[in-house]
Protein backbone atom coordinates (compact mmCIF):
# COMPACT_ATOMS: atom_id res chain seq x y z
CA UNK A 1 0.00 0.00 0.00
CA UNK A 2 1.27 3.22 -0.98
CA UNK A 3 1.93 6.53 1.25
CA UNK A 4 -1.91 8.85 1.51
CA UNK A 5 -2.00 12.68 2.25
CA UNK A 6 -5.44 13.25 3.80
CA UNK A 7 -5.94 17.73 4.16
CA UNK A 8 -7.08 17.88 8.21
CA UNK A 9 -9.03 21.08 9.81
CA UNK A 10 -7.87 21.24 13.12
CA UNK A 11 -10.90 23.16 14.06
CA UNK A 12 -11.42 26.01 17.24
CA UNK A 13 -11.41 25.78 20.73
CA UNK A 14 -10.33 22.11 21.73
CA UNK A 15 -9.93 21.38 18.00
CA UNK A 16 -6.01 21.43 17.86
CA UNK A 17 -5.62 19.47 21.22
CA UNK A 18 -7.79 16.53 19.79
CA UNK A 19 -6.17 16.64 16.23
CA UNK A 20 -2.82 16.21 18.29
CA UNK A 21 -4.41 13.16 20.02
CA UNK A 22 -4.90 11.70 16.18
CA UNK A 23 -1.66 12.27 15.07
CA UNK A 24 0.03 11.10 17.86
CA UNK A 25 -1.95 7.76 17.60
CA UNK A 26 -1.35 7.60 14.04
CA UNK A 27 2.03 8.20 14.19
CA UNK A 28 2.03 5.45 16.76
CA UNK A 29 0.11 2.99 14.84
CA UNK A 30 2.22 3.61 11.68
CA UNK A 31 -0.80 4.57 9.48
CA UNK A 32 0.48 5.49 6.44
CA UNK A 33 -0.88 9.07 6.05
CA UNK A 34 0.87 12.46 6.20
CA UNK A 35 -1.71 15.05 7.35
CA UNK A 36 -2.03 18.39 5.42
CA UNK A 37 -3.10 21.57 7.61
CA UNK A 38 -5.47 23.43 5.88
CA UNK A 39 -7.35 26.86 6.70
CA UNK A 40 -10.93 27.15 6.40
CA UNK A 41 -11.06 30.79 7.67
CA UNK A 42 -13.90 32.31 6.20
CA UNK A 43 -13.91 34.67 3.59
CA UNK A 44 -17.05 36.85 2.86
CA UNK A 45 -17.13 37.28 -1.00
CA UNK A 46 -20.48 38.92 -2.58
CA UNK A 47 -22.20 38.53 0.85
CA UNK A 48 -21.54 34.84 0.60
CA UNK A 49 -19.04 32.41 3.09
CA UNK A 50 -16.71 30.82 1.30
CA UNK A 51 -13.45 28.83 2.34
CA UNK A 52 -10.20 29.91 0.49
CA UNK A 53 -9.52 28.04 -2.60
CA UNK A 54 -6.36 26.52 -1.87
CA UNK A 55 -7.92 24.40 0.95
CA UNK A 56 -10.99 23.66 -1.64
CA UNK A 57 -8.25 22.64 -3.94
CA UNK A 58 -6.15 20.48 -1.30
CA UNK A 59 -9.74 18.58 -0.44
CA UNK A 60 -10.68 18.16 -3.88
CA UNK A 61 -7.94 16.56 -5.35
CA UNK A 62 -7.00 13.98 -2.02
CA UNK A 63 -10.95 13.88 -1.64
CA UNK A 64 -10.84 13.39 2.03
CA UNK A 65 -10.38 15.41 5.04
CA UNK A 66 -10.51 15.10 8.52
CA UNK A 67 -12.04 17.97 10.49
CA UNK A 68 -12.19 19.36 14.17
CA UNK A 69 -15.07 21.49 15.47
CA UNK A 70 -16.03 25.28 14.50
CA UNK A 71 -17.33 27.17 16.32
CA UNK A 72 -20.94 28.09 14.38
CA UNK A 73 -22.26 31.45 15.69
CA UNK A 74 -26.00 31.96 16.29
CA UNK A 75 -27.48 34.67 14.40
CA UNK A 76 -26.63 36.97 11.67
CA UNK A 77 -23.48 37.04 9.60
CA UNK A 78 -21.54 34.03 7.97
CA UNK A 79 -23.35 31.07 7.61
CA UNK A 80 -21.81 28.51 9.27
CA UNK A 81 -18.58 27.20 7.86
CA UNK A 82 -19.80 23.45 8.88
CA UNK A 83 -22.63 23.94 6.54
CA UNK A 84 -20.65 25.58 3.84
CA UNK A 85 -18.05 22.61 3.42
CA UNK A 86 -20.76 20.33 3.03
CA UNK A 87 -22.62 22.38 0.20
CA UNK A 88 -18.95 23.22 -0.84
CA UNK A 89 -17.92 19.27 -1.57
CA UNK A 90 -21.85 18.50 -2.09
CA UNK A 91 -21.64 16.12 1.18
CA UNK A 92 -24.90 14.90 0.04
CA UNK A 93 -25.09 12.23 2.93
CA UNK A 94 -23.83 12.32 6.42
CA UNK A 95 -23.16 8.45 8.30
CA UNK A 96 -24.27 8.79 11.92
CA UNK A 97 -23.39 5.43 13.82
CA UNK A 98 -23.59 5.16 17.52
CA UNK A 99 -22.80 2.61 19.26
CA UNK A 100 -22.82 1.49 23.13
CA UNK A 101 -18.85 1.79 24.53
CA UNK A 102 -18.39 -1.43 26.57
CA UNK A 103 -17.71 -0.85 29.92
CA UNK A 104 -19.38 3.28 29.79
CA UNK A 105 -22.34 3.07 31.59
CA UNK A 106 -25.67 4.36 30.26
CA UNK A 107 -29.30 3.64 30.95
CA UNK A 108 -28.97 1.53 27.61
CA UNK A 109 -26.12 -0.58 26.98
CA UNK A 110 -27.32 -2.44 23.39
CA UNK A 111 -27.79 0.80 21.02
CA UNK A 112 -26.30 -0.01 17.69
CA UNK A 113 -27.89 2.42 14.99
CA UNK A 114 -26.81 3.76 12.21
CA UNK A 115 -28.52 7.15 11.14
CA UNK A 116 -28.29 8.87 7.48
CA UNK A 117 -29.22 12.32 7.19
CA UNK A 118 -29.68 14.26 4.19
CA UNK A 119 -27.07 16.71 3.96
CA UNK A 120 -27.78 19.50 1.55
CA UNK A 121 -31.29 21.12 1.68
CA UNK A 122 -34.21 20.76 3.56
CA UNK A 123 -34.86 23.77 6.27
CA UNK A 124 -30.41 23.76 5.65
CA UNK A 125 -30.92 25.49 2.53
CA UNK A 126 -30.26 28.84 3.92
CA UNK A 127 -32.89 30.13 2.25
CA UNK A 128 -35.25 32.43 4.68
CA UNK A 129 -36.59 36.03 4.41
CA UNK A 130 -38.48 38.58 6.53
CA UNK A 131 -42.10 39.06 5.07
CA UNK A 132 -43.31 42.00 6.54
CA UNK A 133 -41.41 43.09 10.35
CA UNK A 134 -42.98 40.22 12.39
CA UNK A 135 -43.24 37.61 9.58
CA UNK A 136 -40.22 35.22 8.51
CA UNK A 137 -40.42 32.92 5.59
CA UNK A 138 -37.76 29.65 6.67
CA UNK A 139 -38.29 27.64 3.33
CA UNK A 140 -37.70 23.56 3.55
CA UNK A 141 -36.77 23.02 0.66
CA UNK A 142 -36.85 19.58 -0.62
CA UNK A 143 -36.23 18.00 -3.94
CA UNK A 144 -36.36 14.53 -5.67
CA UNK A 145 -32.84 14.22 -6.94
CA UNK A 146 -31.48 14.95 -3.17
CA UNK A 147 -33.74 12.82 -1.82
CA UNK A 148 -33.28 10.10 -3.84
CA UNK A 149 -29.55 10.37 -4.12
CA UNK A 150 -29.31 10.23 0.12
CA UNK A 151 -32.28 7.27 -0.22
CA UNK A 152 -29.55 5.39 -2.45
CA UNK A 153 -26.93 5.44 -0.47
CA UNK A 154 -28.81 4.75 2.69
CA UNK A 155 -30.06 1.15 0.85
CA UNK A 156 -26.71 0.49 -0.52
CA UNK A 157 -25.50 1.09 3.22
CA UNK A 158 -27.48 -1.63 4.47
CA UNK A 159 -26.27 -3.73 1.93
CA UNK A 160 -22.95 -3.40 2.61
CA UNK A 161 -23.24 -3.58 6.06
CA UNK A 162 -25.39 -6.83 5.97
CA UNK A 163 -28.40 -4.67 7.47
CA UNK A 164 -31.71 -6.00 6.08
CA UNK A 165 -34.04 -3.63 7.06
CA UNK A 166 -34.25 0.67 5.54
CA UNK A 167 -36.44 2.43 8.08
CA UNK A 168 -37.48 5.83 6.40
CA UNK A 169 -38.12 8.71 9.38
CA UNK A 170 -40.43 11.65 8.26
CA UNK A 171 -43.93 13.65 8.80
CA UNK A 172 -45.30 13.25 6.00
CA UNK A 173 -48.64 13.64 7.72
CA UNK A 174 -47.89 16.96 8.10
CA UNK A 175 -45.59 18.14 5.95
CA UNK A 176 -47.60 16.43 2.57
CA UNK A 177 -45.90 17.75 0.07
CA UNK A 178 -42.21 18.10 1.42
CA UNK A 179 -41.82 14.61 3.41
CA UNK A 180 -44.40 13.68 1.05
CA UNK A 181 -41.51 13.39 -1.73
CA UNK A 182 -39.13 12.57 0.43
CA UNK A 183 -41.13 9.31 1.48
CA UNK A 184 -42.31 9.09 -2.52
CA UNK A 185 -38.56 9.27 -3.49
CA UNK A 186 -37.20 6.28 -0.69
CA UNK A 187 -40.19 4.23 -1.93
CA UNK A 188 -39.19 4.48 -5.66
CA UNK A 189 -35.25 3.46 -4.43
CA UNK A 190 -36.58 0.57 -2.27
CA UNK A 191 -37.58 -1.28 -5.79
CA UNK A 192 -33.97 -1.41 -6.76
CA UNK A 193 -33.20 -3.39 -3.30
CA UNK A 194 -35.89 -6.30 -3.55
CA UNK A 195 -33.02 -7.88 -1.00
CA UNK A 196 -33.58 -5.12 1.67
CA UNK A 197 -37.21 -4.48 3.24
CA UNK A 198 -38.22 -0.71 3.90
CA UNK A 199 -40.16 0.69 6.61
CA UNK A 200 -41.91 3.73 7.20
CA UNK A 201 -41.87 5.49 10.78
CA UNK A 202 -42.89 9.13 11.82
CA UNK A 203 -40.11 11.18 13.27
CA UNK A 204 -41.89 12.19 16.92
CA UNK A 205 -42.94 8.11 17.34
CA UNK A 206 -39.00 7.05 16.43
CA UNK A 207 -38.18 9.59 18.99
CA UNK A 208 -40.25 8.16 21.36
CA UNK A 209 -39.80 4.25 20.58
CA UNK A 210 -36.20 4.83 20.29
CA UNK A 211 -35.54 6.12 23.80
CA UNK A 212 -38.05 4.08 25.44
CA UNK A 213 -36.20 0.79 24.07
CA UNK A 214 -33.34 1.34 20.99
CA UNK A 215 -32.73 -2.07 20.65
CA UNK A 216 -35.13 -2.37 17.54
CA UNK A 217 -33.24 -0.31 15.72
CA UNK A 218 -30.06 -2.29 15.63
CA UNK A 219 -32.00 -4.24 12.43
CA UNK A 220 -32.06 -0.90 10.65
CA UNK A 221 -30.51 1.94 8.24
CA UNK A 222 -32.53 4.68 9.07
CA UNK A 223 -32.52 7.88 6.20
CA UNK A 224 -34.49 10.94 6.99
CA UNK A 225 -34.14 14.84 5.81
CA UNK A 226 -32.00 17.19 7.08
CA UNK A 227 -33.02 18.36 10.33
CA UNK A 228 -34.70 15.36 11.64
CA UNK A 229 -31.34 13.98 11.05
CA UNK A 230 -29.42 16.58 12.71
CA UNK A 231 -31.91 16.19 16.04
CA UNK A 232 -32.34 12.40 16.16
CA UNK A 233 -28.67 11.67 15.48
CA UNK A 234 -27.89 13.86 18.76
CA UNK A 235 -30.71 11.53 20.16
CA UNK A 236 -29.05 8.64 19.70
CA UNK A 237 -25.61 10.00 20.56
CA UNK A 238 -26.96 10.81 24.11
CA UNK A 239 -28.30 7.39 24.32
CA UNK A 240 -24.90 6.13 24.69
CA UNK A 241 -22.99 9.23 26.42
CA UNK A 242 -22.95 12.15 24.32
CA UNK A 243 -20.99 13.68 21.47
CA UNK A 244 -17.97 13.70 22.69
CA UNK A 245 -18.12 9.48 21.46
CA UNK A 246 -19.87 9.61 18.24
CA UNK A 247 -17.98 10.01 14.64
CA UNK A 248 -19.63 10.99 11.49
CA UNK A 249 -18.97 11.00 7.69
CA UNK A 250 -20.26 14.03 5.10
CA UNK A 251 -19.98 11.63 2.15
CA UNK A 252 -20.13 12.81 -1.40
CA UNK A 253 -19.77 11.83 -4.93
CA UNK A 254 -16.04 11.64 -4.78
CA UNK A 255 -14.93 13.14 -1.67
CA UNK A 256 -15.70 12.72 1.79
CA UNK A 257 -15.45 15.04 5.22
CA UNK A 258 -15.08 13.30 8.26
CA UNK A 259 -15.53 15.14 11.23
CA UNK A 260 -16.46 15.08 15.18
CA UNK A 261 -20.09 16.57 15.48
CA UNK A 262 -19.71 18.16 19.20
CA UNK A 263 -19.11 22.09 19.74
CA UNK A 264 -15.13 23.21 19.68
CA UNK A 265 -16.04 23.64 23.88
CA UNK A 266 -14.28 26.88 24.17
CA UNK A 267 -14.40 26.84 28.05
CA UNK A 268 -12.29 23.97 28.17
CA UNK A 269 -9.84 25.20 25.47
CA UNK A 270 -6.34 25.00 25.79
CA UNK A 271 -6.58 22.86 29.30
CA UNK A 272 -5.56 20.02 28.22
CA UNK A 273 -8.35 17.69 29.19
CA UNK A 274 -10.44 17.38 25.90
CA UNK A 275 -11.89 14.20 24.52
CA UNK A 276 -10.54 12.96 21.24
CA UNK A 277 -13.01 10.33 21.26
CA UNK A 278 -15.14 11.54 18.61
CA UNK A 279 -12.20 12.95 16.45
CA UNK A 280 -10.55 9.57 16.58
CA UNK A 281 -13.76 7.14 15.75
CA UNK A 282 -14.49 9.48 12.83
CA UNK A 283 -11.03 9.03 11.34
CA UNK A 284 -11.39 5.38 12.04
CA UNK A 285 -14.90 6.02 9.64
CA UNK A 286 -12.04 7.69 7.18
CA UNK A 287 -9.85 4.74 7.38
CA UNK A 288 -12.24 2.38 6.55
CA UNK A 289 -13.56 3.88 3.74
CA UNK A 290 -9.86 4.54 2.30
CA UNK A 291 -9.79 0.69 2.56
CA UNK A 292 -7.69 0.91 5.52
CA UNK A 293 -9.58 -1.47 7.85
CA UNK A 294 -6.22 -3.05 9.58
CA UNK A 295 -5.66 0.20 10.65
CA UNK A 296 -8.76 1.06 11.32
CA UNK A 297 -9.43 -1.97 13.42
CA UNK A 298 -6.66 -1.50 15.27
CA UNK A 299 -7.14 2.06 16.07
CA UNK A 300 -10.78 1.72 16.94
CA UNK A 301 -10.16 -1.73 19.12
CA UNK A 302 -7.27 0.44 21.32
CA UNK A 303 -10.18 3.43 21.57
CA UNK A 304 -13.15 1.20 22.90
CA UNK A 305 -10.42 -1.14 25.43
CA UNK A 306 -9.37 2.33 26.76
CA UNK A 307 -12.26 3.75 27.43
CA UNK A 308 -13.54 0.42 29.25
CA UNK A 309 -10.42 0.76 31.40
CA UNK A 310 -11.82 3.00 33.71
CA UNK A 311 -12.05 5.61 35.16
CA UNK A 312 -8.24 7.03 35.56
CA UNK A 313 -8.27 6.53 32.03
CA UNK A 314 -11.12 8.27 30.93
CA UNK A 315 -11.19 12.27 30.39
CA UNK A 316 -13.68 14.53 32.58
CA UNK A 317 -16.64 14.73 30.29
CA UNK A 318 -16.87 11.29 30.98
CA UNK A 319 -17.17 11.41 34.77
CA UNK A 320 -13.43 9.99 34.66
CA UNK A 321 -10.15 12.25 35.40
CA UNK A 322 -7.72 11.50 32.57
CA UNK A 323 -5.97 14.56 30.67
CA UNK A 324 -5.76 14.07 26.99
CA UNK A 325 -2.24 13.31 27.06
CA UNK A 326 -3.03 10.51 29.70
CA UNK A 327 -5.64 9.18 27.35
CA UNK A 328 -3.32 9.28 24.30
CA UNK A 329 -0.84 7.52 25.85
CA UNK A 330 -3.77 5.33 27.10
CA UNK A 331 -4.67 4.55 23.67
CA UNK A 332 -1.26 4.13 22.28
CA UNK A 333 -0.71 1.28 24.90
CA UNK A 334 -3.13 -0.98 23.70
CA UNK A 335 -2.34 -0.50 19.93
C1 LIG B 1 -24.12 18.90 13.27
C2 LIG B 1 -24.12 20.28 13.84
C3 LIG B 1 -24.31 21.27 12.71
C4 LIG B 1 -25.65 20.95 12.07
C5 LIG B 1 -24.23 22.74 13.12
C6 LIG B 1 -22.91 23.04 13.78
C7 LIG B 1 -24.48 23.67 11.97
O1 LIG B 1 -25.10 20.42 14.81
O2 LIG B 1 -23.21 18.58 12.49
O3 LIG B 1 -25.00 18.12 13.60
O4 LIG B 1 -26.68 21.43 12.53
O5 LIG B 1 -25.66 20.21 11.10
MN1 LIG C 1 -26.24 18.60 15.15
Known amino acids: KGHYTVPIIEGDGIGPEISEAVKEIYRAAKVP ?41 VGKGHVSLNLTLRRTFNLFANVRPCKSIKGYK ?74 GLFLEAALAVAKDYPDISVHTELIDNTCLKMVTDPSPYQEYVMVMPNLYGDIMSDLCSGLIGGLGLTPSGNMGVETSIFEAVHGSAPDIAGKGVANPTALLLSSVMMLQHMGLSSHADKIENAVLTTLASGPENITRDLRGSASTKHFTEQVISRL
Open 33 to 73: IDWLPVDVTPRLINGKTSIPSETIEAINKHKIALKGPLATP
Open 106 to 179: TPYDNVDTVLIRENTEGEYSGIEHTVVPGVVQSIKLITRGASERVCRYAFEHARNTGKSKVLVVHKATVMKLGD
